[in-house]
């Protein structure tokens, strides 16, 4: 037996977007968002993933899974597989234009529903400073803590940060977790997963179901996938080296005692921030002009840049 990797867009929608299969997705849902009592969904129907934009000239959203429980509270999950700078912040988008999409301008405001998104990252970390894998963030009083408005959330799951190995499995959380990460590497059901909700998860994940073209589909992800970690580790190994020239520059100033010598550190640092963030957008498409405006670099040093990459 061989699992489809869920952390693959693809594999991914499978997973939670299985309307014979609803189960799962509410499952993972209720567990990760601890939901308990009245607060638990009961059932899901999933919505069209394509949310139009408001204006002509906003951005597009393409949501991986959005569904609406009976409740009518609205709730997106998404898989963010390559580094994005900013994230936080398009997931900020994303469930904001949910919620105001909702309001014509003959509804009233009471009508609008709350939102909800799950957002889970599979390479990096959102927040690198906390230590825990998983943070939902609420509407609180800044005061007394009290979560008066539940119009809108944000969930984050960092997996880089979920190191439990299958024999530490003990939570339905644990589980969840260690399926997305892990079961696109195994060839048979772990034993902690073999049961429910998990259970139901590894079969639709199992490889065998997949027809000729979609199994075609499939491997170009996954091999768009490699291709992104082989980028990503690239720029990762090109930070390194610069953060070490740059302690080195550092560390010969210091000896010397110069005080331009120093200055002339400090510029040359900012000046290698500048080049590595022009990098990273130039490698994402972003227009030479605005990269120039971000960095404060000339056009001809991005032009040359952009020849030696």
């Known amino acids: 037996m061989k699992f489809l990797d869920p952390k693959i867009d693809m594999a991914f929608k499978k997973l939670f977007g299985s309307e014979d299969h609803k189960q799962v997705t509410i499952s993972f849902l209720n567990t990760m968002l601890e939901y308990t009592g009245d607060r638990r969904i009961e059932s899901i129907d999933f919505m069209n993933n394509e949310q139009l934009p408001v204006y002509l000239d906003k951005k597009e959203n393409i949501l991986d899974i959005f569904c609406v429980d009976k409740g009518k509270r609205k709730f997106i999950v998404e898989m963010q597989n390559a580094w994005m700078a900013s994230f936080e912040k398009r997931i900020v988008y994303y469930g904001t234009k949910v919620y105001t999409n909702q309001l014509s301008t003959a509804k009233p405001y009471s009508d609008l529903d709350s939102v909800t998104v799950v957002a889970i990252t599979k390479k990096f970390n959102v927040f690198p400073k906390k230590q ?12 007394t803590g009290e979560h008066d408005i539940d119009d809108i959330t944000f969930a984050f799951i960092e997996l880089p940060k979920f190191v439990k190995k299958e024999h530490e499995l003990v939570t339905d959380e644990d589980k969840w977790l260690f399926l997305l990460k892990e079961i696109g590497s195994y060839d048979h059901v772990p034993e902690p997963l073999q049961k429910n909700e998990f259970q139901e998860a590894c079969q639709l994940l199992n490889q065998l179901t997949l027809s000729e ?19 990503d580790k690239r720029f990762q190994n090109a930070e390194l080296n610069e953060q070490k020239a740059m302690e080195r520059g550092l560390e010969k100033g210091l000896e010397q005692g110069l005080e331009q010598g120093l200055e002339q550190g400090r510029e040359q640092g900012e000046k290698n921030k500048a080049l590595k963030v022009a990098q990273k957008m130039l490698f994402r498409g972003i227009d030479i002009e605005i990269i120039a405006l971000t960095t404060e670099l000339s056009i001809e040093e991005i032009l040359q840049l952009k020849q030696s990459k």
Request: proline fraction near 0%; avoid cysteine.
């Open 213 to 231: 073209y979609e199994q075609r589909v499939y491997e170009k992800k996954m091999l768009d996938a490699q291709a992104q970690d082989t980028r």
């Open 132 to 143: 825990n894998y998983k943070s939902i963030h609420t509407l609180v009083d800044n005061k």
